[in-house]
Structure formats: C-alpha cells, structure tokens
C-alpha cells in the first residue's frame, strides 16, 4: 500500500502556535484501502475451531471481578488459526467467535455499568498501518455472548477527517481545528504535483481505539493527498479522537471531537536507568507546558516552562546556581531529545543533549 512504502519519507511536519484568519472548511473525505466487511474465516480454519478438541491459547482479557475472560485462539489441534477465533467466557459459560481476528493483540474492557464487552481486532496491519474494527458484545440470560454492533473504521474515519479544516499555500497546508491553527506540512517530495486542493485529507491507513472509558474513542492520524494520487502520512501529524456511541439500532454518533494537539505531552525514560526522568504537561490557562527535565546522578530541573516552536518545544528553566537555563526538545516517534543552547552553569555545556524515550 502506498501509505505503508512511503510512510514518513520525505516530508516535514512543522507546528507552529501563529494566528491567522484564513480558514477554509470544505468537506473533507478519504478511504481506507482494500476496506471489507466484517471478516469471515477461512473455510478451513472454521472447521477447524468448530471441531477441535484441544485449543492453544492466550488471555486478552481476565476480569476476576466480573467473572469474564476474553481468550484468543493460536492453535487448534496443533494447527494454526491464521489470526482468527476469540472465546468469551462468563461464569464458565464459553462462547466461540472464528470470524474475529486475534492478530495485531487485541484489547478488551468490560463495563459492568452498560453491560458492554469492548473489544478491539485488525482489520488491516502491516508496515506504518494500522487499521482496527470495533466489536460491542453483550451477553444473554444464559451468560453466551453475542455481538451487538460492529463499527466500520471508514464510517469512524470519515466523521472524523470532516472535522478539520485545511487551507492550501503553494507546497504548505495549514490544518485547522476551528479557527485554531494546529499544523503545518510542507511538501519536500518532488515530481508530487503539489497538494490536492480537492480532497487532500487522507485517513493515512492509522485508525485505533482507547477503550479504557466508558464510551470508546476512536483516533485517526490523518494523512495528505497530492495530486498525483500519492498519498503520505507522518507520525508528528495531529491526532483526532472523539467519543464514540452505539444507538440501539446500531448506528453510530461521534461526539466531543477535538485535536490531539500535544504530542510532546507525556512521561519519558531517560536513556541511562529507565527512569521517567522527563515529564511534560500542557498548560490549559496559557496554551504552554510544565517541563521537568531529569539528568541521571546531574541534577533535575523542576520549574521548567515550554513554548511550542517550529523546531520543536523550547523551554526555560533554573539552573541549580539559580540562573536561568534552557534549550530545545524535539520529538521523532517516541524519542525525545533536550538539547541545552542557553546554559551559564558550569556543569552543563552549551550543545550537552540527552536523550528520553516515551513511557509505555
């Protein structure tokens, strides 16, 4: 897939924290690739979780409190699945599922309140893809589960993408949650014909789930199209998300959507103990963000304050002489790097950098 070869390759993403009043809201749409329906197992492999007798399996999900376990099936009578079947079992009570995938390590949540089992499975996976279904069970009188709505990514991806508004300069777009500038890309790919001032906003191939709420929050990492038909994704684009509800008829409603605007919000390890010795938080009274910045058996610098720049999140802290001190960080993936440029104290050179990984 095209998203999958070119992921990342050649193109830079810039955040910037500027005003402007030129915003445009057309509307905005995208597919996902190869996109089917609720998937239907193999005919051998549905005979062969339906007739075997003896399952190799993993947990996905043991909820001791409710009394309900959500197991995936690896092997059936020393034969492999190829990535199907998913047991339920409440109060004993054991329901099969061969159509569901259990590649890509599915999740689970049971919500004793609404009586839904969450239940999150591939779709489509591979090399900078990941694309999810979302499976709402519920259970019978008899404690068998059944399915009660099975939500289609396009249909999520969809109402997700019309949210942002974009607007196109030469080989730059602007990305929009309102009236609120959240991105920048600037297209550095040649021979790719500029943006496609048509439909530029692409699902990207990224569409997972945060089940860990009462209602489930689907999160795209939406992609640009050019108009040579190519189409890119990044990993420091903007995430969307919103909360998701199933009508009793099954048809879905997406509320509360917003634009995960912070991708350097978060707790990371520093390189030498595995500690989480950097911690940024974002600021709602003044759109920056707290900085605590740790360096292993050096110091740690408490007070820091962060400023989103095109470079990156510069920040300003106290040195241990009570001197002012700061620098840059930048984020790739999951890796942060603290480059100190504004240092008077003398353990602490101007160019010192360390280096932080996301806590998982």
């Known amino acids: 897939m095209l998203t999958a070869i070119l992921f990342v390759c050649g193109v830079t993403v810039l955040f910037c924290g500027c005003k402007t009043t030129k915003v445009s809201y057309p509307l905005v749409t995208g597919t996902i690739e190869d996109i089917f329906p609720a998937d239907?197992?193999?005919?051998?492999?549905?005979?062969a979780i339906n007739t075997a007798a003896r399952f190799q399996q993993h947990n996905i999900l043991n909820d001791t409190v409710n009394d309900i376990a959500v197991i995936s099936l690896d092997e059936v009578d020393d034969t492999s699945t190829e990535g199907y079947g998913i047991v339920v079992v409440k109060d004993s009570t054991s329901t099969t599922f061969p159509n569901i995938r259990n590649v890509r390590q599915p999740v689970a949540r049971y919500d004793k309140e609404t009586g839904n089992l969450w239940l999150t499975s591939c779709a489509m996976g591979g090399s900078g893809v990941q694309?999810?279904?979302l499976y709402q069970l519920r259970f019978k009188e008899d404690n068998t589960a059944y399915i009660a709505a099975v939500v289609n990514p396009y249909d999520v991806q969809q109402a997700l993408c019309q949210r942002i508004g974009y607007n196109i300069d030469g080989q730059k777009i602007s990305l929009y949650d309102g009236e609120r500038l959240i991105g920048t890309a600037t297209n550095t790919v040649t021979n790719m014909g500029g943006f496609d001032a048509d439909h530029p906003l692409w699902i990207g191939e990224l569409l997972f789930y945060d089940i860990?709420?009462?209602d489930p929050y689907p999160i795209i990492v939406p992609g640009v199209k050019f108009t040579t038909g190519l189409v890119l994704t990044?990993?420091?684009m903007p995430m969307v998300t919103g909360r998701l509800t199933i009508s009793e008829d099954g048809k879905i409603s997406i509320h509360e959507v917003e634009t995960l605007l912070r991708p350097y919000e978060g707790s990371f390890?520093?390189?030498d103990n595995k500690e989480p010795n950097l911690n940024i938080s974002y600021r709602l009274n003044d759109g920056k963000y707290n900085v605590e910045i740790g360096i292993f058996r050096l110091t740690t610098f408490d007070d820091g304050i962060g400023t989103m720049v095109d470079e990156g999140l510069d920040f300003t802290a106290t040195d241990p002489a009570g001197n002012p001190i700061g620098g840059l960080i930048t984020?790739?993936?999951d890796t942060a790097v603290v480059t100190f440029t504004r240092s008077t104290w003398g353990l602490l050179e101007n160019g010192s950098k360390f280096v932080y990984t996301r806590a998982k």
Do not use: R
């Not at 239907?40 to 005979?47: D, K, M, Q, W, Y």
């Open 331 to 333: 984020l790739h993936n």
């Open 269 to 271: 390890l520093d390189d």
């Open 131 to 133: 694309v999810e279904w």
């Open 212 to 214: 860990s709420k009462e």
């Open 40 to 47: 239907t197992a193999p005919a051998n492999v549905l005979e």
């Open 234 to 236: 990044y990993d420091d």
